[in-house]
């Protein structure tokens, strides 16, 4: 990000530096410099690790592992200096050493503005909760960890007008962080007896036990063993210690899905995290069902429990578990790569011989499996998946399943069998020897229908949310590993689209690249035609709003003001951000209820361990109503309860929660030949929503006529 910044800049500055904030040089391009080659924001991905550069940091962090960590950040060019201590809401995981600290650390700081007459804030806006920024992972690591933002933002350039008769340089902005980071380590230097001590016993107290409460390991279910080797990945890289169940047994805990303190069984292969272990403190922030919150005004997402992110059922264990384990290294399908692919090799069926099948077939559950999809249409090989469950092999498929067929792929003559296998790599395949099954359709049957080889693209440009642009492009590259083409929004046209049989809208405001009529009804007319449009976020938003598309929106401002007496009016600037909260979602995990027997949700009728429904990340109060008249389908949509719903995890104002009761969350429109795919809410949040990247690979692949 900051290549690409530096290079503009240098391009459109002159010989001195335009200090007017409406020069050009203040004005850098779509996507910015913040984000990185994929676009992803990597203050945000401390905790989950998706892209190379955190991996890179995060090895030589835990060689080092420092008692103080300081992260250097820019805001906007208005603002004054902001260093510790940070604001409410801080997580209850934080010591009450590492609180004090941060004002210790603050004072420090303060003395050396004071003395140079700098303007500076603290304890607010910056909060210490979500655990993926560059103070709250160290913090969790046991470090003291603070965030220290300077005025700039990605903007400033060289020098930029920020009043009347005052401006801010380069020269000042590296002098403010160059004061606080020698303060910073002058401080830790003077201090390095009562810091060395604090981590030590921040160490000493996780291992020990002391710090886990009623809980004393979380159990996540091994039903999907591919989202389990993923989630098992994650906590490698975060040094977080498992195994997993040699043996089923019973335990006493606390589930996920329910909230409810219940008997469970254990099986074997079930993922187990022990409370009390060096990361004991990490483990519970990423583990835990609902974090304790101390204010609802926060900065990021409120929920990020992992059982939710990947989609799988799991409990906090209340007693000891008296069971038999094994390593994470002698547990099958351990690999767990960026796709969550499995390690077994394929192998023979009961009915039929590796050499000459009639067909093979391959699950449908996770990402892994659609990436193998997709291996096999780029190698032209053709593919079936099944709209019905079916028993084959002495055993039942579900829905999605992918069937190869010899005859779908007489070209290859004796080559079929070596070409597959080739494709799948280690992915499990089944041969069979015949396409009759016992029950569901046989192979021939319309209920299991050829997968078309999509052409797809996705809109990439001014006006869109690069950070959904990149979570889109990245799991096309680097998940599914299919061939997507970034289209850029000033390129639009009928002859562009013309190419391509799926079209990807990420979140983002449309207005400019669809400008008016004529432009709105040309995307219309490629969906009628056999296009498949996937609309994500604020882009089913703009849907809304166009002719020719069922998909409605709330007002959120007129359920938020309905009801107002006169009293209530006259006193909301006064409590102006509390009355907004009580219509924000800044970040909350519901529970859906899924369809899935849609094409859009295959793969998750028990996926994951799950009992049922789907875990979405909301990050707003768009709630749409369902969609209606016989072309729609509502795939996904919030339960009605009582007129309010309640997220699972998080933060949802009370407003909010009765606005968002029986809306839609995933839904497809027929439009003549082809479909809009509504997705309300982001199934690839910031690349770690692992539950959610099937149904987007369905919306790619599956849904159609």
């Known amino acids: 990000g900051r290549a690409r910044y530096v290079q503009w800049y240098r391009q459109t500055r002159g010989a001195r530096p335009n200090a007017r904030p409406e020069a050009r040089e203040h004005s850098p391009p779509w996507p910015g410099g913040r984000p990185n080659h994929y676009l992803f924001d990597l203050n945000r991905d401390w905790a989950w690790a998706t892209q190379k550069e955190t991996r890179a940091r995060l090895d030589p962090y835990h060689r080092w592992m420092p008692h103080v960590h ?63 920024y560059g103070d709250t992972w160290p913090l969790f690591n046991g470090a003291v960890g603070m965030t220290y933002e300077q005025a700039g933002g990605g903007r400033a350039g060289l020098l930029i007008q920020t009043g009347a008769d005052d401006s801010l340089s380069l020269n000042q902005r590296i002098a403010h962080h160059h004061a606080t980071a020698l303060q910073t380590v002058e401080t830790a230097a003077a201090e390095r007896d009562r810091l060395a001590d604090a981590f030590a016993e921040y160490y000493r107290t996780a291992r020990s036990g002391d710090l886990r409460g009623e809980t004393t390991a979380y159990v996540v279910s091994g039903a999907n063993d591919d989202r389990r080797a993923a989630l ?13 169940a040699a043996e089923g047994g019973a335990a006493r805990g606390r589930s996920y899905a329910t909230g409810r303190t219940e008997r469970f069984r254990v099986a074997p ?58 390593s994470s290294a002698a547990a099958p399908s351990a690999r767990g790569d960026a796709a969550g692919s499995r390690t077994a090799a394929a192998a023979p069926s009961p009915d039929g011989e590796r050499a000459a099948p009639y067909a093979y077939l391959a699950e449908w559950r996770s990402l892994a499996d659609a990436r193998l999809l997709g291996r096999l249409l780029e190698k032209g ?46 992915q499990p395949l089944t041969p069979l020897r015949s396409g009759l099954t016992p029950s569901g359709p046989d192979f021939g049957s319309a209920g299991v229908a050829l997968v078309e080889k999509p052409q797809v ?151 994951g361990g799950t009992r049922a429904g789907y ?9 749409p109503p369902p969609l209606e008249g016989e072309g ?74």
Do not use: C
């Not at 439009?671 to 987007?696: C, H, K, N, S, T």
């Open 381 to 426: 090989i053709r593919v079936r998946s099944a709209r019905e469950p079916f028993e084959a092999g002495g055993r039942r498929w579900g829905r999605g399943t992918l069937v190869v067929a010899r005859a779908d792929n007489d070209d290859l003559g004796s080559r079929f069998a070596d070409a597959v296998r080739d494709a799948a790599g280690d």
């Open 232 to 244: 098992a990945n994650l906590l490698d890289r975060q040094r977080i210690r498992y195994h997993y």
């Open 615 to 623: 875990y979405t990340l909301k990050r707003g109060a768009s709630a």
């Open 70 to 132: 300081a992260d250097f950040h820019e805001q906007g060019t208005g603002d004054p200096y902001y260093f510790a201590p940070g604001a409410e809401p801080m997580h209850e995981a934080l010591t009450s050493f590492q609180e004090g600290f941060q004002e210790t650390m603050g004072r420090a700081n303060a003395e050396v503005f004071d003395r140079e007459g700098w303007l500076y804030f603290t304890g607010e806006r910056f909060d210490l909760f979500y655990p993926g």
């Open 457 to 607: 693209a996705v809109l990439a440009g001014a006006g869109l949310s690069a950070y959904s642009v990149g979570e889109v492009w990245h799991v096309f590259d680097q998940r599914l590993g299919y061939p997507a083409t970034l289209l850029r929004t000033d390129d639009i046209d009928a002859d562009a689209l013309a190419g391509f049989d799926v079209l990807v809208m990420p979140s983002g405001d449309y207005g400019d690249v669809f400008p008016g009529d004529e432009a709105r009804t040309l995307l219309r007319r490629w969906v009628e035609d056999g296009g498949r449009l996937v609309a994500m976020g604020r882009a089913t938003r703009f849907l809304a709003a166009t002719d020719g598309f069922g998909l409605e929106q709330k007002d959120a401002t007129a359920d938020a003001d309905a009801g107002e007496t006169d009293d209530a009016l006259l006193r909301r600037y006064a409590r102006r951000e509390r009355r907004a909260a009580s219509t924000r979602v800044p970040g909350a995990v519901f529970r859906a209820r899924l369809d899935p027997t849609h094409p859009l949700a295959y793969g998750y009728a028990g996926s």
């Open 269 to 326: 292969g079930d993922l187990v995290v022990p409370a009390a272990q060096p990361k004991a403190r990490l483990a519970r922030v990423l583990f835990e069902r609902r974090s304790a919150l101390s204010d609802s005004l926060t900065y990021d997402i409120t929920a990020w429990a992992l059982p939710f992110a990947f989609g799988m059922d799991a409990h906090a264990a209340t007693e000891e578990l008296d069971l038999r384990t094994r």
């Open 632 to 705: 729609g389908w509502n795939v996904a949509t919030l339960p009605r309860g009582d007129g309010s719903v309640a997220p699972v995890s998080g933060f949802a104002g009370t407003e909010a929660q009765r606005r968002l009761a029986g809306s839609l969350v995933f839904g497809v429109e027929e439009i003549g030949e082809g479909r809009a795919v509504y997705l309300v809410d982001d199934p690839l949040f910031r690349g770690f929503w692992q539950g959610g990247m099937l149904l987007f690979a369905n919306a790619v692949f599956l849904v159609g006529p």
